[in-house]
Nanobody, 119 residues
Framework: QVQLVESGGGLVQAGGSLRLSCAAS????????MGWYRQAPGKQRELVAA???????NYADSVKGRFTISRSNAKDTVYLQMNTLKPEDTAVYYC?????????????WGQGTQVTVSA
């Protein structure tokens, strides 16, 4: 099992920056990928950015060029640097990790951290 704890959310004005962190514990050596998702009120949860164990990155079109996902050398922490924030980036941001098992892939989610961007 993998446990995830997010931090770094908050209130920021449009055009500002925030950096989210997600610390993983447990069997982190088995993690296949880690990513950030977000869910705004009344909307479905959506992928923001993800990074695989091999370092490949994937971004939602809406955040390309503004957000950067990275991870620590120990691969136990993943970060989301968010620049040029917009009001539409307001959401609860969740960290997710997945790993393979003999019964198929499993995943784990963090508790979420609120990001609010004021106009």
């Amino acid at each position: 099992q993998v446990q995830l704890v997010e931090s770094g959310g908050g209130l920021v004005q449009a055009g500002g920056s925030l950096r989210l962190s997600c610390a993983a514990s447990g069997v982190i050596s088995s993690i296949n990928s880690m990513g950030w998702y977000r869910q705004a009120p009344g909307k479905q949860r959506e992928l923001v950015a993800a990074i695989t164990s091999g370092g490949r990155k994937n971004y939602a079109d809406s955040v390309k060029g503004r957000f950067t996902i990275s991870r620590s050398n120990a691969k136990d922490t993943v970060y989301l640097q968010m620049n040029t924030l917009k009001p539409e980036d307001t959401a609860v941001y969740y960290c997710r990790a997945d790993w393979p098992t003999g019964w198929g892939p499993l995943d784990s989610w963090g508790q979420g951290t609120q990001v609010t961007v004021s106009a």
